[in-house]
């Protein structure tokens, strides 16, 4: 949960899940609805579904056996990666590995100076042979959590607290700030402060400028104003994708919406969302006759009622690579008899409002919910106006009463 996630965001659903399903026995026997559901709201959806695989494989074919290192971590759990794998395998199992995230990443950049790419292949490649050299075998889940915490509370990426920290002395990054003029190795830096430490000579050299060296920073990319900030180097953003989808609501005489179930693989896999409709044309004349259109092909929508459509409102979503668009459209439909859905989806269901918000569904799906609501109670504080300024006010005299007859005393 926490991968890509706050803390403040995650706790409540940690607490909801572990109270549901204490146990990797009990998680295997729950379905895949029932984990998305429980996961709805915490986006990147594909780590819950890899978290259920891996639970089902704890179960069945590794008889209920955890994998005791990281090796066996990432090779027979799904989802479990390196810095999974890492970090379960140091603070859960005591194994001396070194674990490498954003945090770690800046610390090491600045401490050794390493001024490539923070995210080429060769750079990781690196930084996680360096975290493996300076872990304590000792206390590795400590030491890793420590590195972490350094830098996300001490050498944070704006405003470094660089007085207050505890590497301040080793820092290769402060040295050419002409803050620091002394320097040694990390390694022995931690080795010090543990007291039955017998003296050693690092097996970490102290990166050297030599000529054609990749990792150093060259001259002309240091800026003075930024001073540690420098460091670590990051290449250039992927720019996200922005696409255009259609969404459309389609509801029944008793207010039952459509949803319809998006493949097992992929993007939001297996959660329920309204009907989409791809355009790829970019003017809203094409859109508007592609949505008219494939409501009735795709969707068995007769064509008077598609005719009938409303557009409700663009909702913009970001998800990690795409910033996405959708054209919300509301149609009501006379009958669900005849209305069906691609092959594409897995299946559809009519469903209540509250069936939809308590079904495993994307906040994406969620903000167009509240979109058409928005819309709808624009539509009906309209009406309530309008009826309002057609009834006679109480205190104004309509024009019959001018010219009534005034009994005579």
């Known amino acids: 949960m926490l991968q890509q996630t706050q803390v403040s965001t995650v706790v409540s659903y940690f607490e909801k899940w572990m109270s549901r399903w204490p146990t990797v026995e009990d998680l295997a026997q729950a379905t895949l609805e029932e ?4 996961w709805s709201g915490l986006g990147y959806y594909s780590r819950v579904r890899r978290l259920h695989e891996g639970a089902v494989k704890v179960v069945e074919k590794l008889k209920g056996k955890f994998p005791s290192d990281r090796d066996g971590l990432v090779e027979e759990l799904p989802g479990v990666g390196q810095y999974s794998g890492s970090a379960i395998a140091s603070i ?6 070194g674990v490498v995230d954003g945090n770690v990443n800046r610390v090491l950049a ?6 490539m790419d923070i995210s080429a292949p060769t750079t990781v490649a690196h930084m996680w042979a360096l975290a493996d050299e300076i872990v304590d075998a000792e206390r590795p889940g400590d030491f890793n959590q420590a590195m972490m915490e350094l830098g996300a509370t001490v050498c944070t990426p704006k405003a470094p607290k660089c007085s207050s920290c505890p590497l301040r002395s080793l820092c290769v990054a402060q040295q050419r700030s002409g803050c620091v003029q002394q320097r040694s190795s990390i390694k022995n830096h931690f080795q010090q402060h543990k007291e039955s430490a017998e003296e050693e000579t690092s097996t970490i050299p102290d990166i050297e ?5 990749d990792f150093c920073l060259q001259k002309e990319d240091w800026d003075e104003s930024l001073g540690v900030q420098n460091y670590p180097v990051k290449g250039r953003k992927t720019k996200q994708r922005e696409e255009t989808t259609a969404v459309v609501i389609l509801e029944c005489e008793d207010g039952r919406m459509l949803l319809v179930q998006r493949p097992k693989g992929g993007l939001l896999a297996s959660l329920w969302e309204f009907p989409h409709i791809a355009l790829t044309e970019e003017s809203e004349e094409h859109w508007e ?15 008077s009622d598609a005719a009938s459509r409303t557009f409700i409102a663009d909702v913009t979503h970001i998800f990690s690579h795409i910033r996405q668009t959708y054209r919300v459209y509301k149609i009501r439909v ?6 069906c859905w691609p092959e594409r989806y897995q299946g559809g269901q009519w469903m209540t409002r509250e069936q939809f918000l308590s079904s495993a569904t994307s906040t994406a799906m969620k903000k167009v919910l509240k979109a058409v609501e928005a819309q709808e109670g624009k539509s009906k504080d309209k009406k309530s106006k309008k009826s309002s300024a057609d009834q006679p006010s109480k205190k104004q005299k309509t024009i019959s009463q001018f010219f009534s007859t005034v009994a005579k005393k």
């Open 209 to 213: 400028c030599v000529a054609g060296c």
């Open 334 to 339: 006379a009958s669900e008899r005849g209305v």
């Open 289 to 303: 006759k592609t949505v008219g259109g494939q409501v009735t092909e795709l969707f068995g929508v007769l064509e």
């Open 110 to 115: 600045r401490v050794r100076g390493i001024g």
């Open 35 to 38: 984990v998305n559901q429980a």
């Open 92 to 97: 859960a199992l005591g194994q001396a590995v």
